[in-house]
Every structure is written in structure tokens, then in C-alpha cells.
């Protein structure tokens, strides 16, 4: 068997076909491939050339066969009202749910995943890296798990309770997690992702092609 593209090894695997190896994808957050031009892990989410830099440094580096992009939890935020942090050399931290009551999620007041600043950033950086990579290496996408977004809206303590004694408050808050996933993407697929990964209700992963938004 001739030797694969990184790009032809990943779509062998995902129809079920065999690659000339096993694709790898490491599934990198911000810290590691920051560290490799020498910027600051906060600078992933607001800067999309830099966070483009690092993406592609860290792949041809380590010769990955994907590039994962997207937002963590505490950013889908935003869409809500919601607040969040990054410490310069750490993740994004959310310090407060946003909701108190499922009366509260459903009369939420949201906006756009598309005009939030840190989705706008990493929208332009699967553009970029879509123009400069796009034949070579597979670029994806991640998003978080439903009940990981429902535990940033209405917080630990509220998701757990309410699973024993408040569906309402559950059904709203798991609807608009969904929302929020669905539409982030949808943003993703739009720029370029040719695949959007969703972990399933056993922390496993899902595939999704952008076809089926």
C-alpha cells in the first residue's frame, strides 16, 4: 500500500476503509500548540492568526493527521449574557452559572453563536487554515458534550437536583445547550470544516459531516 496523505488516511478510516495507518488526532487544546510559536495559551482565543500559526506549527511538527479547532465551554457563554476568563498560561474559566430556574433559560435572552467574539475568531481560523491546509490535513472541529454546556448554564448543583426533582428545568436548559451546539456547528461547517465532533452520552465521539447540517 502506497503511503497516504494525512488528509486520505483520515477519510479511509471514517468509511471504513484501510489506511496505510492509523490516523492521528490528538485533539489539542489551546496551551500545547501555543507553546510551540511562543505565545500565551489566552492568545488561541483572540487572535486567529495566531491561533492558526500554532495550529499549523504543532501539525507539521508532530505530523498529525487532523487539526482540531473550536470553542470550549465557558465561550458559549456569551451567547447567553454569560462571562468567562482565560489566565494568560490557562484555560478558559467560567466563575458563575447564568440561569437559577427553567423559567429563566426559556425566557433567555441570546444572541447569534456567530457574533460572539471568541466563535468569530475561531471561525477565521478554519477559514485560513482551510486556504493554507485544506488539501493536506483534515480540519475539524469539536464541540462539547450536552449535559458539560447544561452544567455551565445552570451549574453543577441545579443540573444534579433537577435531574431528581425539576424536568422542567432540565428539558429548558438541555434545549438550549443543543441549540447552542447546533448552531456552533453549523458557524464551523460554513467556514470550512469538513467534519464537526460531538461526544455522545458515554464520552465517546461522534462524527459529524458538515452535510448534515
Known sequence: MSEMSSRERFLAAVRGELPDRVPVDPMLESKFPMSQIGKSAATFYRDSEACTQGLIETQRRFGFDVIQAGCTLPQYL??????????????????????NSGEEVKNAATKSIADCPSFEVIAETIVKLKQRLGQEVMICCRCPGTFNLMRYLIGTDLLFGGLVEDHELINAAADLACDLLVEAGRLFAAAGAEAVWYPDACSSTAFISPRQF
Open 78 to 99: 456569551e451567547a447567553v449574557g454569560g462571562q468567562w476568563s482565560c489566565p494568560e498560561d490557562g484555560y478558559p474559566l467560567a466563575t458563575e452559572r447564568v440561569f
